[in-house]
């Protein structure tokens, strides 16, 4: 897995909070300028909603 910033990352892109397989699985979604995060959820559960700074790195290219 390699590490990028979560604003690095493109609209529907798949990324772990972790460095685990076991780590579920989050989908970036849009940028919220009024609260200044992006909007990530759950690619399980798609009302699991989170927001994060762009800033947060965040772990790609795995196998899932």
């Known amino acids: 897995m390699t590490v990028k910033e979560l604003s690095k990352l493109k609209?529907?892109?798949?990324?772990?909070?972790k460095n685990s397989?076991?780590?579920?699985?989050?989908?970036?979604g849009e940028y919220i300028s009024s609260a200044r995060k992006y909007s990530t959820y759950k690619y399980e559960d798609s009302n699991h909603e989170k927001l994060i700074r762009g800033t947060t790195k965040v772990f790609v290219d795995f196998i899932y």
């Not at 397989?21 to 970036?28: D, G, I, N, Q, S």
């Open 21 to 28: 397989e076991k780590a579920p699985v989050w989908v970036r």
């Open 11 to 17: 609209k529907g892109e798949f990324f772990r909070l």
